[in-house]
T-cell receptor, first 115, second 120 residues
Framework: KAGVTQTPRYLIKTRGQQVTLSCSPISGHRSVSWYQQTPGQGLQFLFEYFSETQRNKGNFPGRFSGRQFSNSRSEMNVSTLELGDSALYLC??????????????FGPGTRLLVL | AQKVTQAQTEISVVEKEDVTLDCVYETRDTTYYLFWYKQPPSGELVFLIRRNSFDEQNEISGRYSWNFQKSTSSFNFTITASQVVDSAVYFCALSEVDLNMDTGRRALTFGSGTRLQVQP
């Protein structure tokens, strides 16, 4: 079974621009979560989507948004990019069959550099 | 609020040495899950193990073993006979289940990670 895929793998943007990152979960997985990883703040939870609905949200400004499509693929968008948004953005998927805690499997990440 | 502490920022060992990575967690919930992930230089987080709060049995998988002790809120990870391929950053993570919340609070709270360098 193919793992979580993320595109693009690398991205360079300038301040003020916006960016859209894409994530395709493992086949059959219905939950997709996004995390930001920076040297200073470590791994931080952005948001989680399940059945096209945002189910949980971390403590990030409204410039960070996401969505999930009917095939469980997810996108996250960052508007008005700031230098501090430079990070590795990781997507994770999980089964979430019974509403409990399922293991999250991560993709390779998208490295975003904001100049 | 939940918290995960990995006090060891970096550990360096010589191949074939045993090494233990420490993880201490804080949570007010009685139902929670603990995880270990490995992050090689490529960046992808690789799942290693998951343990729920009601299962304190230690686990061994090949050269890897985990010691879960609720009394000390610790979930330590030992690599026996380390190899160069074990060099990576290792993260301990906690996920809580809050049955009173619609969301169930499934987000992972990560520790700051321990960078393990295994020298040949």
């Amino acid at each position: 079974k193919a793992g979580v895929t993320q595109t693009p793998r690398y991205l360079i943007k300038t301040r003020g621009q916006q960016v859209t990152l894409s994530c395709s979960p493992i086949s059959g997985h219905r939950s997709v979560s996004w995390y930001q990883q920076t040297p200073g703040q470590g791994l931080q939870f952005l948001f989680e989507y399940f059945s096209e609905t945002q189910r949980n949200k971390g403590n990030f400004p409204g410039r960070f948004s996401g969505r999930q499509f009917s095939n469980s693929r997810s996108e996250m968008n960052v508007s008005t990019l700031e230098l501090g948004d430079s990070a590795l953005y990781l997507c994770a998927s999980s089964l979430e069959l019974a509403g409990g805690i399922e293991t999250q499997y991560f993709g390779p990440g998208t490295r975003l550099l904001v100049l | 609020a939940q918290k995960v502490t990995q006090a060891q920022t970096e550990i360096s060992v010589v191949e074939k040495e045993d090494v233990t990575l420490d993880c201490v967690y804080e949570t007010r919930d009685t139902t929670y899950y603990l995880f270990w992930y490995k992050q090689p230089p490529s960046g992808e987080l690789v799942f290693l193990i998951r343990r729920n709060s009601f299962d304190e049995q230690n686990e061994i998988s090949g050269r890897y073993s985990w010691n879960f002790q609720k009394s000390t809120s610790s979930f330590n990870f030992t690599i026996t006979a380390s190899q160069v391929v074990d060099s990576a950053v290792y993260f301990c993570a906690l996920s809580e289940v809050d049955l009173n919340m619609d969301t169930g609070r499934r987000a992972l709270t990560f520790g700051s990670g321990t960078r393990l360098q295994v020298q040949p």
